[in-house]
């Protein structure tokens, strides 16, 4: 079998040096790791979602790779200096912002229809819905109301003067023409009704470079240039998105020429990329980017080993954090000590810090009640063993070796951790949106620069029946002080004092520890000699966003 596969790595590799001008370069076959759980563009937190969305829609605003706010959507980014932004007191008396957008006059949905307020309007009435399931639910409630000025112009009117006051980037439209009779039939269950799922391939749920012609769950999407479309016109005449969860799988892919590039978002690990450049270097790109990436290990915090936070340090320190970086990734990854990266600008040092010592994890162990040894594994005195599940993306090899490194570093302190690993789709849909996780979750979040990570860490974003599983706060964590503080760092127009707040709102999570941070991450992009245009943004934004610049050159 070895002989066979090396015979046929020799093969592939030739075949990967076809030269350009002999390529079908009308054509665009990307590799990525995971299938979407659902289309829909606010449900579901799911990268592998957003890099598909961005290539069929556009957000009003978002940032670029320079990591400034623009307007994509909208025609003008608001201001107060330009009259766009006008702070004004709400009915209750306390600072809101009244901020006015255009949309681009232009823009229609794939089957023809205009984008309009009415689009807006709906897409509100959705996300304010409390059992409508949309993820960031509490952007729409912040917006009390909207005036409508005509088919392309409104106010929103926000209850608060945010320092983001601007950024509308995750406000994500809706087609009131197809969407507006599922939702109105049974708002409770629009989640599972939805067009985006039920009627994926209907041109009118897009608005973008592209249209989604084809889908085959587990295995493939197929994309197609939107006539419909206003802006600069997409070279590539078909672009297919094929899912390969094997990261190891995916670099076969690429060699043979099955696809063409690899999402640098959701592709080969950090360590497969360094490798597959020393082999193959000269007959692909390789670029590597730094971001707003953060790998980490949720804990289920109501379960009762979890809730005790001497378990919670006693796992932290436990683990070599820095000879998994220097061994898997070559140094490229430094280890996280807070979910903020050190790229931005509210980064903090100044916080409770959990080197590598067995030593003191054994003692923490100890003194909350794990004293006795069977088997090598850990037992209370009613004789219960400290036993944990962990679930990562299966078929991620970079994910898969790291489990397993914690596994052996936590079973030589008496953890028993075992390792029950489900596909992406399974994981982020039911597992951590349903809080069905009973253990440990490790996955990345990707933010985008100072991101308020109110529906991570905030109380009422905890995904539970009461608001219908919306909801990013897997681990559950509740915290008053932590609460307070993502409602004023959102208000504070002074950067000075936002950074003391920043500050303490990471001395807060890093003393709690609801999660097990890991490390940055640094994403590689493999792309092939002839294709040019794509520019990584190194944030939750995708390179895809700008799709339309993404050319052939021989």
Not at 38 to 63: C, E, G, N, Q, W
């Given at each position: 079998?070895?002989?066979?596969?090396?015979?046929?790595?020799?093969?592939?590799?030739?075949?990967?040096?076809?030269?350009?001008?002999?390529?079908?370069?009308?054509?665009?076959?990307?590799?990525?790791?995971?299938?979407?759980?659902?289309?829909?563009?606010?449900?579901?937190?799911?990268?592998?979602?957003?890099?598909?969305?961005?290539?069929?829609?556009?957000?009003?605003?978002?940032?670029?790779?320079?990591?400034?706010?623009?307007?994509?959507?909208?025609?003008?980014?608001?201001?107060?200096?330009?009259?766009?932004?006008?702070?004004?007191?709400?009915?209750?008396?306390?600072?809101?912002?009244?901020?006015?957008?255009?949309?681009?006059?232009?823009?229609?949905?794939?089957?023809?229809?205009?984008?309009?307020?009415?689009?807006?309007?709906?897409?509100?009435?959705?996300?304010?819905?409390?059992?409508?399931?949309?993820?960031?639910?509490?952007l729409y409630r912040t917006i009390q109301k909207i005036d409508v000025r005509d088919d392309k112009t409104f106010t929103m009117h926000f209850d608060k003067l945010t320092f983001d006051y601007a950024g509308i980037n995750d406000f994500l439209l809706l087609p009131a023409h197809i969407e507006e009779t599922p939702f109105h039939a049974d708002p409770e269950n629009y989640r599972n009704r939805t067009a985006f799922d039920t009627d994926t391939?209907?041109?009118?749920?897009?608005?973008?470079?592209?249209?989604?012609?084809?889908?085959?769950?587990?295995?493939?999407?197929?994309?197609?240039?939107?006539?419909?479309?206003?802006?600069?016109?997409?070279?590539?005449?078909?672009?297919?998105?094929?899912?390969?969860?094997?990261?190891?799988?995916?670099?076969?892919?690429?060699?043979s020429g099955a696809i063409d590039m690899v999402a640098g978002e959701l592709g080969l690990s950090l360590d497969q990329a360094i490798a597959f450049e020393k082999r193959h270097g000269r007959q692909f790109q390789v670029i590597y980017k730094p971001g707003l990436i953060y790998e980490h290990v949720d804990m289920r915090l109501d379960n009762p080993i979890l809730a005790d936070i001497r378990v919670r340090k006693a796992l932290v320190h436990a683990i070599d954090r820095e000879s998994i970086n220097r061994q898997l990734f070559?140094?490229?990854?430094?280890?996280?000590?807070?979910?903020?990266?050190?790229?931005?600008?509210?980064h903090s040092t100044d916080i409770p810090t959990y080197a590598y010592d067995p030593k003191a994890a054994i003692r923490l162990l100890n003194d909350a009640g794990w004293r006795k040894t069977l088997g090598g594994v850990r037992h209370d005195d009613a004789g219960n063993p400290l036993t944990l599940d962990i679930i990562t993306t299966a078929g991620n090899r970079s994910r898969e070796l790291i489990e397993q490194a914690l596994q052996s570093q936590w079973k030589s302190v008496g953890i028993d951790v075992r390792i029950r690993n489900q596909p992406a789709r399974v994981m982020f849909s039911e597992s951590l949106s349903q809080r069905k996780f009973q253990g440990l979750a490790m996955y990345a979040w990707i933010?985008?620069?100072?991101?308020?990570?109110?529906?991570?860490?905030?109380?009422?974003?905890v995904p539970g029946e009461n608001n219908n599983f919306a909801g990013q706060n897997y681990p559950g964590y509740a915290i008053p002080e932590v609460d307070d503080l993502l409602?004023?760092?959102?208000?504070?127009?002074?950067?000075?004092?936002?950074?003391?707040?920043w500050q303490r709102l990471q001395h807060l999570y890093a003393e709690n520890l609801p999660v097990i941070p890991l490390y940055f991450r640094s994403d590689a992009f493999v792309l092939p000699l002839w294709l040019r245009?794509?520019?990584?943004?190194?944030?939750?934004?995708?390179?895809?966003?700008?799709?339309?610049?993404?050319?052939?050159?021989?």
């Open positions: 079998m070895r002989i066979r596969l090396a015979a046929m790595a020799m093969a592939i590799s030739a075949l990967a040096t076809t030269p350009a001008d002999a390529r079908d370069t009308d054509e665009l076959v990307i590799g990525m790791t995971q299938f979407p759980s659902t289309f829909h563009p606010s449900i579901d937190a799911m990268m592998a979602k957003s890099y598909v969305l961005a290539m069929t829609r556009r957000p009003f605003t978002t940032y670029d790779p320079d990591w400034k706010l623009i307007c994509m959507l909208c025609t003008e980014l608001p201001s107060i200096e330009n009259g766009l932004a006008v702070p004004e007191k709400t009915p209750d008396g306390k600072q809101g912002i009244a901020v006015t957008y255009t949309i681009q006059p232009e823009a229609t949905w794939g089957d023809g229809v205009p984008v309009t307020t009415r689009d807006v309007q709906f897409t509100w009435e959705v996300g304010r819905h409390p059992r409508s399931g949309i993820e960031n639910m509490e391939t209907n041109d009118g749920l897009y608005f973008g470079p592209y249209v989604v012609a084809e889908v085959v769950p587990g295995s493939h999407i197929v994309l197609e240039p939107n006539p419909g479309w206003w802006g600069k016109t997409p070279e590539f005449k078909r672009i297919i998105v094929r899912v390969i969860e094997n990261t190891a799988a995916m670099e076969a892919n690429l060699l070559d140094g490229k990854q430094p280890v996280a000590l807070s979910f903020v990266n050190p790229l931005d600008w509210v933010s985008s620069p100072e991101n308020v990570p109110r529906t991570t860490q905030h109380s009422a974003f409602e004023r760092i959102e208000v504070e127009l002074d950067r000075e004092k936002r950074r003391g707040m245009g794509v520019e990584p943004t190194g944030h939750q934004y995708p390179t895809s966003l700008w799709v339309e610049n993404w050319h052939a050159e021989p």
